[in-house]
């Protein structure tokens, strides 16, 4: 919802949680009201349990009766049979009666959103100095399916007209530490005429740095004076100036090539990842989750007698490894992953968080590489995860 309000021109203030008590909800109404927003929007609490209050509550917050809303209840009760095959001259269970009838309930003078599972959207206008709300439902698949409408509807239209809807630009670096960025961002206060009119925000996401800019037309050219700036700092750090990810630079450098993995520490995670987007089956030929030594020997053909001299984290087991699985699948490229991911099984020289990697690529010597991340198992996994992405993609 930031993301698609920024594109809107609205500057997000505030994201809050809070639990489905009516006492912390209108606090945070109150609160948020307070501080002179324009429109509040609000996720979940639209079911018809006993703890989804939302609705009950912004009528409290604006001082608005509840009322049925006839043409939502029809529509709800329709959806209800669809799902449960009920036919429509059948009496439903008087519990499910009285759990349409709590969701067709609007405060008076709202607009009601039709649902896109069971449960409405609320849109109540601004008045008396108070926000408008927009009320949606919590599970995101019913949320993003209302979204169009909800945008769309009086009390958002009035709440955010004259918003100037301005450009957004994505960078992002692999290996750049926000700390370093900021050096650089401090230099471009002095180097770069008019930055103030670029908003600059950086988020580390999985060991990439994501770098957002935000600005009217007016500064094209500011922004374009900064990301030349960064890129001539950074550019061997850079890999994307256009928003786009590393799983879409794998994708389109693979060009029909196909590609396999060898997995130990990451347990099949670059595999998955790999198979995330649509029409992976053109380029993924499969995957060895070799976790143990047996499989490593059996399945890829790893020597015994290296891992037996070397460790299974080393890279000339991570080189066998992904030359193994490109063996035994007949893929063009494939990336092997073997490591120690934690709590336990640190050794002599080799930390938890140590990960080695091969990289294996037909009519060319195999590469390898190791990496010491930092944080629990589940880090270690998902940094790994990323770096195995990062490497296919800088040998490809």
């Known amino acids: 919802m930031s993301g698609r309000l920024a594109d809107l021109g609205v500057d997000v203030a505030h994201l809050t949680i809070c639990g489905d008590r009516p006492a912390d909800l209108l606090a945070q109404l109150r609160f948020l009201a307070a501080d002179g927003v324009d429109l509040i929007v609000t996720t979940g609490g639209l079911g018809p349990t006993a703890d989804d209050l939302t609705v009950a509550t912004v009528a409290e917050f604006a001082g608005l009766p509840l009322r049925q809303d006839p043409q939502i209840r029809q529509t709800i009760d329709t959806v209800i049979r669809t799902w449960r095959q009920v036919p429509a001259d059948a009496t439903l269970p008087d519990a499910l009666v009285a759990a349409i009838d709590k969701q067709a309930l609007v405060p008076v003078g709202a607009r009601a959103i039709p649902p896109t599972g069971t449960a409405p959207g609320v849109a109540v206008p601004a008045a008396d100095g108070r926000p408008a709300v927009l009320v949606l439902p919590g599970p995101p698949h019913e949320l993003q399916a209302m979204w169009p409408t909800a945008v769309r509807t ?13 450009e957004q630009r994505t960078i992002r670096a692999y290996g750049l530490s926000e700390p370093d960025l900021a050096v650089t961002l401090r230099e471009a206060d002095d180097a770069v005429p008019g930055l103030a009119d670029v908003e600059v925000t950086t988020c580390m996401r999985g060991g990439e740095l994501e770098i957002v800019s935000r600005f009217d037309g007016t500064a094209s050219a500011t922004y374009d004076a900064l990301a030349d700036l960064l890129i001539a700092r950074h550019g061997d750090k850079v890999f994307s100036t256009d928003a786009s990810t590393i799983d879409d630079l794998l994708v389109s450098r693979l060009n029909g090539r196909t590609v396999a993995t060898a997995e130990s520490c990451t347990g099949g995670m670059v595999a998955a990842r790999l198979t995330d987007r649509a029409g992976s089956s053109a380029y993924l030929l499969g995957g060895v989750v070799s976790y143990s030594n047996e499989v490593k020997t059996g399945v890829l053909g790893v020597p015994a007698e290296l891992i037996a001299e070397l460790g299974a984290v080393s890279e000339p087991v991570a080189a066998a490894m992904a030359e193994g699985a ?6 063009d490229i494939a990336v092997s992953t073997t490591g120690i991911a934690g709590p336990d099984g640190a050794r002599p020289g080799k930390p938890v968080g140590t990960v080695c990697f091969g990289v294996a690529v037909a009519g060319r010597e195999t590469v390898t590489v190791t990496r010491l991340f930092p944080g629990d198992r589940d880090s270690v996994r998902r940094l790994a995860t990323t770096a195995a992405f990062h490497l296919l993609a800088a040998a490809l």
Do not use: K, W
């Open 326 to 331: 490109r063996r035994v699948t007949g893929a």
């Open 154 to 166: 009086d009390a958002v239209v009035e709440a955010i007209s004259g918003r100037v809807i301005g």
